[in-house]
């Protein structure tokens, strides 16, 4: 619904922006300016925003997360997969070259890290970091584990637990 709705209503002001951008234009008001769709076709500004976001340092991150937890997940609790080779080369790349490039490149090559090793030297912020984790793990280990764990201690058990 609002993927007709918000172009419908997004017309009068595309269309009122472009007439008052042709007015200017003709009045000569635009003339020291230059233009936004001619500074995207500068090379300039494609390697400026490639340095910006850091493009090989996410890449990695996500090549990491990949070559990880796609074989967690695959293997599952399935113990005759984590043997099998299809489960065990991508954890090996992940860990083994994906990880260490990542380190590599945001230390030596990225000018804006995605993650700047050097805050992690404050021990403020990886006390910060720990609290969090710490956090975090409690926050969902007792939203997985908290009925089992009642359940079992007002003797509750009956049959198998619900899933």
Known sequence: MFGI??????IPLFLTLVSAEVRAHKSGALAGIPSPVKSLTSGHLWLDFFWQIDLIGLLLIAAIFSFIL???TLA???G????????IVPLVIG???CIPGFVFWEMKFAR???MPFRILRDRQVVAALCVALLLNTAWYTQGDY???TVRV???QYVGSFPI
Do not use: K
Not at 5 to 10: K, T, Y
């Open 5 to 10: 709705i918000f172009p419908v209503i997004a």
């Open 70 to 72: 796609v074989p967690l």
């Open 76 to 78: 599952g609790g399935n």
């Open 80 to 87: 005759s997969q984590w043997s099998t080779p299809n489960i």
């Open 95 to 97: 860990v083994v070259i």
């Open 112 to 114: 804006h890290p995605v």
């Open 146 to 148: 908290l009925l089992f």
């Open 153 to 155: 201690a007002f003797n």
